[in-house]
């Protein structure tokens, strides 16, 4: 967003680009919840597994939650 609104800033031209604060808030916010549901869904996918009750929530989907969930670990936490 940083980016977006620097970009093609020319000299002597009236700043004519709106501030994009609340979209940024709103990014980081989502961004962060994001994280809290997907540590939600590996939870309940690791009880199910124990349960063996995993057949009913497609491989792919929980293989792939889990390493969104270690990329989002990754960026919002350990990536300071």
Not at 23 to 29: D, I, L, P, S
Not at 36 to 51: D, E, P, Q, S, W
Request: hydrophobic content about 60%; charged content about 20%.
């Amino acid at each position: 967003m940083h980016f977006v609104e620097l970009h093609d800033k020319v000299k002597g031209k009236s700043d004519v680009a709106v501030p994009l604060q609340f979209v940024e808030g709103t990014m980081a916010v989502l961004g962060f919840i994001s994280l809290l549901v997907n540590a939600v869904f590996c939870i309940i996918a690791i009880g199910l597994l124990a349960t063996k009750k995993i057949k009913k929530i497609p491989r792919w989907i929980v293989i792939f939650n889990f390493i969104s969930l270690l990329a989002e670990i990754y960026w919002f936490i350990l990536d300071k």
